[in-house]
């Protein structure tokens, strides 16, 4: 089964318990935009890199077309997360989340991975 994946991390943190939105362009493994009616399915696991606790009871959600995730006809990705996707879990000032983006294509038979890193600050203490 033909698998692309990628890899992108914030460069500046995100305030806890806000609205984000997250954009990217969903490809085969050739780097060729899949649009969104060919896609097979679109998942969403959010989780705590350092303790892999989901967040938000996102794990393997489905967003496509639903819960906050499109994509268009030209693959043009975007989520959105909402304030209770981006809570801190721990008590210290700020932690690392991954949002792992997993899609099916080619009626099911192959995959691509996006993953978005991203530090989440609780802006009351600082970063």
């Known amino acids: 089964m033909p698998t692309s994946t990628y890899q992108t991390e914030f460069e500046s943190p995100v305030p806890e318990q806000i609205t984000l939105r997250i954009t990217g362009?969903?490809?085969d493994e050739l780097?060729?935009?899949?649009?969104?009616?060919?896609l097979t399915t679109l998942t969403l696991t959010l989780y705590n890199s350092t303790t892999e606790a989901v967040l938000n009871l996102r794990n393997a959600s489905d967003?496509?077309?639903?819960n906050g995730?499109?994509?268009?006809a030209s693959g043009n990705f975007?989520?959105?997360l909402t304030?209770?996707?981006?809570a801190l879990l721990g008590t210290g000032r700020s932690e690392k989340h991954i949002a792992l983006i997993v899609w099916t294509y080619n009626s099911g038979n192959s995959t691509?991975?996006?993953e978005v890193i991203f530090t989440v600050v609780?802006?009351?203490k600082g970063p």
């Open 122 to 124: 609780n802006v009351t």
């Open 25 to 27: 362009l969903i490809q």
């Open 112 to 114: 691509g991975r996006f």
């Open 31 to 38: 780097g060729v935009a899949i649009p969104g009616a060919n």
């Open 78 to 80: 975007t989520l959105t």
């Open 63 to 66: 967003i496509l077309g639903v």
């Open 83 to 86: 304030p209770a996707d981006n």
């Open 69 to 72: 995730g499109s994509v268009d």
